[in-house]
């Protein structure tokens, strides 16, 4: 009895408020959407290339060598976008636990914001590179989310007003000045396609067996992975094959036009803008362990 109450009480608390009355928000019909069968059959197959796509591309990523030796003061822009960012998120998170619906905070562009937080607090270092290069792929999300907004369960007062306000920070602020500070913030060159290569495999990993297979079990539609939002202009039952081919275009092309476009904003030099970055030597870890080659 103790183990059935906690767990109602954690599911109300997760996805309790989700009105699955709402087109696209969730519920039996959603679940429906699809067939078992064809969910399983995509699912195996999509999680499948991904992982050989991920093991394939990670033995070609060469991780650039950064200088953490030098301890310079942290810029005072960066200080206060994760102020701002935080107080953004953090009112986010009370308004899912307002509305009982913390299962949304699984969602990509929340998944993005916490990844910036990361990315705005932590010194300079490889392990930021990594993770800022693959999230600069993901951008895409965020701007299709400004482009065909779902707001429509957005019910409680600035509620859909927060919405922008995070889109706008996650997408056109932070990314951009991360870039102009150069060092651990800067993307790989624009002929790379390892890292738009491995952030696909990585998304689709996350979208079919975690995403969708949470999203079965509490009925909630997770960024329209079991069944199409009521924006989607490719809905119909093949709608997540035509998401994989738009996607898949997306992540390869979308981070390499906005990295042009923010080095112009920035008026930064399309080559050699990289701060504490010494791009003559470079870290393959997967066939050197660790040591530093040349190109």
């Known amino acids: 009895m103790a183990n059935t109450s906690y767990y109602y009480s954690m599911s109300e608390v997760l996805y309790g408020g989700v009105d699955h009355t709402i087109p696209g928000n969730g519920g039996p019909v959603c679940v429906m959407y699809l067939s078992l069968r064809q969910r399983v059959i995509e699912t195996i197959v ?7 796509l991920c093991c394939a591309v990670w033995k070609r990523v060469d991780v650039p060598y950064i200088d953490e030796g030098s301890h310079t003061p942290e810029p005072c822009g960066k200080r206060f976008l994760l102020v701002i960012i935080c107080l953004t998120f953090g009112i986010e998170i ?27 607090a932590a010194p300079p270092c490889q392990r930021v590179l990594i993770v800022f290069r693959l999230h600069m792929h993901t951008l895409h999300g965020p701007l299709l989310a400004i482009i065909l907004p779902v707001v429509n369960t957005r019910l409680l007062p600035c509620e859909q007003e927060l919405y922008w306000v995070q889109h706008i920070l996650i997408y056109f602020i932070i990314p951009c000045y991360l870039i102009s500070l150069g060092g651990a913030y800067t ?12 952030t696909t495999g990585c998304l ?14 509490a ?3 997770l960024n329209s992975i079991l ?3 009521i924006t989607d202009p490719f809905a119909g039952p093949y709608y997540r094959c035509f998401a994989i081919v738009h996607q898949t275009l997306l992540v390869l092309l979308h981070s390499k036009a906005y990295f042009f476009i923010c080095r112009l904003v920035v008026h930064l030099p399309l080559e050699g803008a990289a701060r504490g970055l ?9 066939k050197n362990g660790g040591t530093i080659k040349s190109d």
Not at 46 to 52: E, G, K, P, Q
Not at 95 to 120: D, E, G, R, S, W
Not at 187 to 198: A, C, K, Q, R
Not at 204 to 217: D, S, T
């Open 46 to 52: 999509v999680t499948t290339l991904s992982l050989v």
């Open 204 to 217: 689709y990993i996350y979208h079919f067996p975690v995403l969708q297979v949470l999203g079965l079990l």
């Open 187 to 198: 993307p790989e060159p624009v002929h790379n396609f390892y890292w738009p290569l491995m």
């Open 278 to 286: 010494r791009d003559d030597q470079h870290i393959n870890h997967c």
């Open 227 to 229: 069944c199409p939002a």
């Open 94 to 120: 009370g308004y899912k636990f307002a509305t009982k619906q913390l299962i949304y905070l699984l969602n990509p562009c929340h998944i993005i914001t916490m990844v910036q937080i990361y990315l705005l």
């Open 219 to 221: 009925e909630v539609n």
